[in-house]
């Protein structure tokens, strides 16, 4: 009855959410890029408007599942140029491909017309020499949401409190002269072999990547919804702090049965992942993603982004509060005053200084001594949390 009620309900919020949305896409072939060494980059590109200057990777197009989509490409460009939208199963006429679909010239605009399809993540690129436009610059993501809730992965998902998109890509400077990325069909010159410098996340690399706002940046218990998508010519191994406790639910636009525990993910070119974080305790570190190349498994280079999930101040939600434990250090045994509290069970947790959780386990008391057995643990740092629904209580020992 449960489910019949649900779906009555879905089907209700689905037929009245559903409407057409019109997104505009913009070429060009006029951008430059700045890289991590100072290099410019010359690069084509989509924007959202005529005002905003050309941005590697494109902007995110949003869509509403179930919504009829029509994209207005305006190709304000001196070559031809399409839109293909990765993922998403659009009919023929419309999936950008050239030879079965229809490329855009100059100053023309082609209109791309779908349904926006399953809650997932999704790419679009020009598919107009095709390798050579992509490597130009000329991708972005599509995201496509439920229509009851913008913090829902897809009806009867998962909720989640922020949501990160990191889109993996790389740049070979030598297919960026105007000859190359200027030919035409037909009239293609020889490509230098595919060999890049610059190994980028949205956009950015190394010292670029850690002063950008590229990052998963929460409070502790948020859910944080990561999408992973990988438009270059590299496999990504991408690696997550175990005290994240990732969780890969869905791959391509479709969800997993069960949650896909695992702390690192290989991302191929043009799949794309979602994957849920979050942690208990405020933690502090970094999500790697590794660029292995497709020809021979070498591994060509690695960035980080950074992971900051803080303590909720200033909420009033949760108190914290400093714990006071003895022996400290110690080698055996940890005692500490249980604090008074109205529910008889505090959840108790020990952190190693990688955030990496040691110990976890229920205090079922209010008040007294507690002494807890840390004999296992090896010499080092230590976080100890105790939390109840109102308070979190911690404490730093050190294991001699
Ligand atoms: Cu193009």
Redesign the pocket.
């Known amino acids: 009855m449960k489910h019949l009620l649900y779906f009555i309900l879905a089907t209700f919020c689905w037929t009245q959410a559903s409407s057409q949305t019109e997104l505009l896409l913009v ?1 060009q072939t006029y951008g430059q890029m700045e890289m991590h060494d100072g290099e410019q980059l010359f690069t ?1 590109g989509y924007t959202a408007d005529y005002d905003t200057p050309m941005y590697v990777p494109g902007p995110t197009l949003h869509m509403i599942e179930g919504d009829s989509v029509i994209i207005d490409f305006h190709n304000s460009s001196m070559i031809p ?2 839109v293909h939208l990765h993922g998403l199963d659009v009919d023929q006429a419309n999936d950008g491909v050239p030879q079965t679909s229809f490329s855009v010239p100059h100053q023309e605009h082609g209109f791309y017309h779908l349904r926006a399809p399953h809650p997932g993540t999704y790419l679009y690129h ?1 598919h ?1 020499l095709s390798s050579i ?1 992509v490597q130009s610059g ?1 991708y972005g993501l599509v995201i496509v949401h439920p229509a009851s809730d913008p913090n829902l992965t897809w009806e009867g998902g998962y909720e989640f409190d922020n949501d990160f998109s990191f889109l993996t890509f790389e740049f070979d400077s030598d297919w960026h002269s105007f000859a190359i990325l200027n030919q035409t069909m037909g009239d293609e010159a020889i490509l230098p072999i595919f060999d890049p410098e610059y190994f980028m996340i949205n956009g950015a690399s190394e010292q670029q990547l850690a002063d950008s706002s590229v990052g998963v940046y929460s409070f502790v218990n948020e859910v944080n919804h990561l999408r992973l998508a990988n438009i270059g010519f590299c496999a990504n191994r991408v690696s997550f702090p175990a005290a994240l406790d990732a969780r890969i639910i869905a791959s391509d636009g479709r969800p997993f049965d069960e949650p896909l525990l695992a702390d690192s993910i290989w991302v191929l070119p043009g799949e794309r992942y979602d994957v849920l974080v979050d942690s208990e305790v405020p933690f502090s570190g970094e999500i790697i993603f590794d660029y292995v190349s497709m020809n021979n498994g070498e591994l060509l280079n690695t960035q980080a982004i950074e992971v900051e999930i803080e303590l909720a101040i200033g909420t009033n939600e949760l108190a914290i509060e400093s714990l006071e434990v003895f022996p400290n250090p110690t080698s055996d045994r940890l005692s500490f005053q249980v604090p008074e509290n109205d529910h008889m069970r505090l959840h108790f947790q020990v952190y190693d200084q990688a955030g990496k959780q040691c110990i976890s386990s229920v205090i079922s008391a209010s008040g007294g001594m507690c002494n807890i057995d840390v004999s296992a643990l090896a010499q080092g740092s230590y976080t100890l949390v105790l939390s109840s629904e109102s308070t979190y209580y911690h404490a730093q020992f050190v294991i001699d």
């Open positions: 070429g084509f140029h399409t020009c107009f436009h000329m």
